[in-house]
């Protein structure tokens, strides 16, 4: 068994190896042929520049090539200034936009690859999905054979596992922060946003540490104090690396885009994006880590039950049938996601594309208002906000799935969480009043709102929000800060369903008398950084915002002490102390 | 401003500290040479076993002490001066009280066993229990374990964790059979055994063997002589007040410090409360040192009360207690004896796969509930006690069995089972009136 599993683990040792070292395999050779451009002025524009640079004919590496290229389109545009522009076209007919830079070095990279991966994509495709998923599932399936219970032996002392020291941690979180401002800087040509958002961080920490007190609170339950698991850098180093490259450089993985082509075409008939490869990826983890989550908990059903769902809802909602509504001509949609996480639900450009889509687009925009309008309050009510956050949505899906072993690395120190109510309320905020701008200039036809520029507001809550926060470090993350950080400090769409959990809602979780042996593994193993023994201590049932509803705090509690439930009363009744240890009487507050 | 010193910082001793603070202003301070901060000792098993850390074993964080104005000392107390109420520490220095909690715990039982004293042989109690396994754990090659019961087990999960060979080594004839009704011992007998646990019944340490360097290397079996080598050995025969220090001294001690219902002591202003304390009058039913985690959790809220003047007598209520025995849970609520006297009935379930099972005992002649035994199956505290408290009667109980279930959402209800069985046993014809589910908990709860 322990070889099989060792054979497995090789595996998808070597498939991530060549998924890798990949990206440097084959060439690219601009020809007269696969020049990009959407007029024949373009085209001409860019052969004339290529030609001048050397360019053409020539065969060059990824990363050289698109050096390269993008000095080819920098040279067409200058040459461009002085071209005459006849009467019967318009200057953008001629002329190269700023905005279309990326576009078109994309398309040339496509274009002009050559090698093994364009000549045989599904060998490739095998290589590394296919040899990756036969590696994750030798490696898994043994483990159903084992006996049912708790398998967290030995988390602590795996090196990818078990977190980093808190230093190391906070240089992470500031390095990664300052490069993505610093990098939204340049990319956006804009100080004011990068400021902005600078500033905000700097009251964040002023009100949390000054305001709130909790200067002095040393955080020892936030990372470790002597060990640092490098096997668990190096993968949250690679993770963040992945988005970087997904969000911004989807040139520089054009290998791995190729490789999925065959798929998409035989999906939604259309080319595989950057975006399609990571529906695809996403979709093979939550599959694959969502069996090993099974072998996990085969004793519960709740798990399994939950594991099923989140697998579910991947594969056919966010996957399967937005793909199939492409082939279909039909606008490509998700029907499980809402605003405000899917924010860009009120552009403009979604707005008309969903209008004009018929009877079937027509739907889709009052659902996806419906969903969030009427659906949130009313199945949150009824169940908690963890009927959409670990058992529909997609974020969720992948954190209990993938994120599963790295779900003891959640801060959860006091400090934490005065942190996680600034950031996760500021988001909501942010994203409500994004949206609302966006829908004043929709109708009003207004681009500018006070001093803000609707497209900058727009173009700095995607970059901030839609993918450095909820990718790079929401994903990236996982092995350095646990598996919800995007969750739990980030998500718009979890703060709304929180506060509806706060304040109305059937659901909590239930204390068992006075069973708690304050063993920690609750609090441990809570995703979310919520101090659960600090309620099941003192017996007191735990009604909290963030509270996802996952289920294992009550599945590693050793005592029988907890259990999510739904109960006909709610309010701030559901907190009340239902039985005191022994003598009936108030509790030390650990807040303020 | 009155100042209690309370010396051990275990769930005694700091419950004891957090009651006083919310109760009085007084100056409070806790004395400890295991630990500076308070931890959970029955977590000691997870933290070898890697599921956690020791932070994470801390239920309060670090500032709370502070911000709570609860002084933590980390020193050893080495000697105590009732009549000028100072206690004397190892480092030296000396500290004055005007009210003494004595929170002093267990240490772990050794009868005299040749070898007992060997490097590589240890309970498990405290912090530097854990140190001495985890030191001698690299490239360990076999562990005995001597004793069964809670600690015992958990000792032998832990090794078998890191999958070392582990040796049980049980005097009674089956596990833990002087607390658990012969079919439950059994059951988690067989568990133990599906765990590649050597289990080795009926027999008693007669040796533990000396390699030469004064370290441990092998156990000889008492009644066949058979000799066991091995790395390390575990004593896990029960624990025993930690009150030896205080014997020559004017305080009354018999096994543990004599408390009276109170939990003060012979000399005024001195209490003793946990593992240590041993009851004048206990309660019907109860042992005179209860060495639990709830109980102590009790006694320093107790304590507490009388300190502030407020003071009530020490009543622990209805039994309960619970432990996981490897993958099986337990949770006993009431008066569950390993052999019920003839004026009680046993109504025993068990599950086909033989890790789950339900006891109900009753009084046969009134059908009085008197308790319940659950084994991998959860049952709420609160249902269980009222019933217990409220003499239901077991038809009573049965059709509203589905109440007290606790087990998670999707979990099969075994309840209609138990029902069934009990029908089957009476020739009643019973039907189950509710199922799991907490709305009818609260509207009987507060009823």
Same mark, same amino acid.
């Given at each position: ?9 090789? +595996? ?5 190896l060549?998924?890798?070292? $990949?990206?440097?395999i ?12 959407? /007029? ?17 004919d ?13 000095k ?28 279309e830079?990326?576009?078109y ?45 708790i ?7 795996d ?16 390095? @990664?922060?300052?490069? +993505? ?78 490789m999925?082509?065959?798929?998409? %075409? ?26 090993? +989550? ?10 399994? &039950?939950? @594991? ?6 991947? /594969? ?7 793909? &199939? ?8 949609f998700?029907?499980?996601? $809402? ?8 552009y ?15 739907? $889709?925009?009052?659902?996806?208002i419906?969903?969030?309008v ?5 199945? /949150?009510?009824?169940?908690? %906000? ?5 058992w ?10 993938m ?9 959860k120190?006091?400090?934490?969480? %005065?942190?996680?109510?600034?950031? &996760? ?8 009043? $994004? ?34 926060f ?10 350095? +800060? ?24 059937k ?20 995703e979310?950084?919520i ?16 509270c ?41 507050? &650990?807040?303020? | ?23 009085s202003? #007084? ?19 997870y ?20 911000? *709570? ?14 009549? =000028? ?13 005007d *009210?003494l ?14 070898g ?10 405290? =912090?530097?229990?854990?140190?001495n396994?985890?030191a001698y ?7 005995v374990?001597?004793?069964?019961? =809670?600690?015992?087990i ?40 599906? *765990? ?35 790395g ?33 002591? *012979? ?10 304390a #041993?009851?004048r ?6 042992r ?8 102590g959790?009790?006694?320093g ?15 622990p ?7 996981k ?71 009573e ?29 009476t ?6 009136? #509710? ?11 507060? #009823?």
């Amino acid at each position: 068994m322990k070889i099989i599993q060792n054979l497995g683990l090789l +595996m998808f040792i070597l498939a991530l190896l060549i998924f890798t070292a $990949m990206l440097g395999i084959g060439s690219h050779k601009l020809t007269e042929e696969n020049i990009p451009g959407k /007029t024949e002025m373009h085209k001409l524009a860019i052969l004339k520049a290529a030609k001048e640079e050397g360019l053409l004919d020539k065969e060059l590496g990824n990363i050289q090539f698109i050096s390269s290229f993008s000095k080819v389109l920098k040279k067409a545009q200058e040459r461009q200034i002085k071209e005459y522009i006849p009467e019967d076209m318009g200057e953008w007919d001629v002329k190269i936009g700023d905005w279309e830079l990326s576009g078109y070095t994309n398309a040339a990279v496509k274009s002009s690859a050559q090698g093994p991966i364009q000549k045989n994509p599904w060998l490739w495709f095998g290589l590394t999905f296919g040899l990756a998923i036969l590696g994750g599932l030798l490696f898994i399936f043994p483990k159903f054979s084992e006996h049912p219970g708790i398998k967290h032996n030995g988390i602590y002392h795996d090196s990818l596992t078990r977190g980093l020291k808190l230093n190391i941690r906070s240089l992470f979180l500031g390095g @990664t922060i300052l490069a +993505m401002l610093v990098f939204g800087f340049f990319k956006y040509q804009n100080l004011f946003w990068p400021l902005i958002t600078l500033v905000t961080i700097a009251l964040i920490y002023y009100l949390v540490f000054y305001r709130e007190n909790s200067r002095d609170n040393n955080p020892q339950r936030s990372a470790s104090p002597i060990h640092t698991g490098w096997l668990g850098v190096i993968a949250g180093v690679y993770l963040i690396a992945f988005y970087v490259l997904l969000y911004w450089f989807p040139a520089y993985i054009n290998n791995w885009i190729t490789m999925v082509n065959p798929i998409s %075409k035989s999906l939604s008939g259309g080319e595989a994006s950057n975006w399609f490869l990571y529906g695809l990826m996403y979709t093979v983890i939550v599959i694959v880590m969502g069996i090993r +989550m099974l072998s996990k908990y085969q004793h519960n059903n709740y798990q399994k &039950i939950r @594991t099923f769902s989140v697998m579910f809802f991947q /594969t056919a909602f966010a996957f399967l049938i937005p793909e &199939i509504l492409v082939r279909m001509n039909q606008p490509w949609f998700d029907f499980k996601n $809402m605003w405000p996480l899917d924010y860009d639900f009120f552009y403009s450009y979604n707005i008309d594309n969903l209008i004009s889509g018929g009877h079937l687009g027509t739907f $889709m925009l009052v659902w996806g208002i419906l969903l969030f309008v009427i659906g949130v309050p009313l199945f /949150t009510y009824f169940f908690g %906000k963890r009927w959409y956050c670990s058992w529909v949505c997609g974020c969720g899906g992948l954190a209990e799935t993938m994120g599963d072993p790295y779900r003891q690395l959640s801060d959860k120190s006091l400090r934490a969480w %005065k942190y996680e109510r600034y950031i &996760i309320h500021g988001v909501l905020v942010f994203s409500i009043v $994004m949206t609302a701008m966006v829908l004043y200039s929709y109708f009003s036809n207004a681009s500018q709102i006070l001093i803000f520029n609707v497209e900058n507001v727009k173009a700095w809550y995607g970059f901030l929000i839609g993918s450095a926060f909820a990718g790079v470090v929401g994903t990236g993350f996982y092995p350095l +800060m646990g598996n919800r950080v995007w969750c739990r400090f980030g998500c718009p769409l979890a703060a709304y369903l929180g506060l509806v959990q706060r304040f109305k809602s059937k659901f909590r979780i239930t204390i068992n008398g006075g069973q708690c042996i304050s063993c920690g593994n609750c609090s441990t193993y809570c995703e979310m950084g919520i101090d659960v023994r600090s309620y099941a201590q003192r017996g007191q049932n735990i009604v909290r915002s963030s509270c996802v509803g996952c289920g294992v705090c009550a599945a590693v509690c050793p005592r029988g002490v907890l259990r999510l439930e739904n109960g006909s009363d709610d309010g701030a009744s559901r907190t009340e102390e239902l039985r005191t240890i022994h003598i009936a009487e108030g509790e030390i507050g &650990i807040l303020g | 401003m009155a100042h209690t010193v309370i010396i051990g910082n275990g769930i005694a001793g700091t419950t004891a500290a957090r009651w006083i603070r919310k109760l009085s202003d #007084q100056k409070i301070t806790m004395i400890s040479s295991e630990s500076k901060y308070f931890f959970s000792r029955t977590a000691l098993m997870y933290i070898y076993m890697g599921h956690m850390r020791m932070e994470d074993t801390q239920p309060y964080e670090d500032w709370f002490w502070k911000k *709570n104005r609860i002084d933590l000392v980390m020193d050893h107390v080495t000697g105590v001066d009732f009549k =000028l109420k100072s206690l004397q520490l190892r480092s030296g220095n000396s500290i004055t009280y005007d *009210n003494l909690i004595l929170a002093l715990g267990s240490k772990s039982n050794k009868f005299g066993w040749p070898g007992q004293d060997l490097d590589g042989v240890g309970g498990l109690y405290h =912090l530097q229990d854990l140190e001495n396994m985890e030191a001698y754990s690299k490239g360990l090659k076999r562990a005995v374990i001597c004793g069964g019961g =809670l600690i015992g087990i958990e000792m032998a999960e832990m090794f078998h964790s890191r999958h070392i060979p582990v040796t049980m080594l049980v005097r009674e004839s089956n596990y833990w059979n002087n607390v658990l009704p012969p079919e439950e011992s059994e059951m988690v007998s067989k568990h133990i055994l599906k *765990n590649d646990i050597d289990l080795k019944l009926g027999v008693n340490l007669g040796e533990i063997k000396d390699d030469g360097t004064g370290r441990a290397c092998a156990v000889v079996v008492k009644e066949t002589g058979e000799e066991i080598p091995c790395g390390y050995v575990g004593l896990t025969a029960g624990v025993s007040p930690n009150i030896g220090w205080l014997k020559e001294t004017d305080l009354e001690v018999q096994r543990g410090i004599m408390v009276n219902d109170r939990l003060e002591t *012979n000399i005024p202003n001195v209490y003793a409360i946990g593992d240590c304390a #041993q009851l004048r009058t206990p309660k019907p039913g109860r042992r005179n040192i209860e060495a639990i985690w709830y109980t102590g959790r009790m006694m320093g809220e107790t304590v507490a009360y009388g300190i502030c003047n407020k003071g009530v007598d020490y009543d622990p209520g209805i039994w309960f207690n619970s432990a996981k025995f490897i993958d099986i849970e337990y949770q006993v609520y009431g008066d569950m004896p390993a052999h019920h006297d003839e004026h009680t009935t046993s109504l025993f379930w068990m599950h086909e796969d033989s890790e789950k099972s339900v006891r109900i005992n009753y009084d046969t002649a009134s059908g009085t509930i008197k308790g319940f035994n659950l084994f991998g199956i959860r049952y709420r505290h609160e249902v269980c006690e009222k019933w217990i408290r409220d003499q239901a009667h077991i038809e009573e109980v049965l059709q509203n069995l589905g109440m007290a279930n606790f087990d998670p959402e999707f979990y099969k209800q075994y309840e209609q089972d138990i029902v069934k069985l009990y029908n089957m046993q009476t020739g009643k014809n019973l039907k189950l009136k #509710q199922r799991r589910g907490l709305n009818r908990v609260l509207s009987f709860l507060t #009823q």
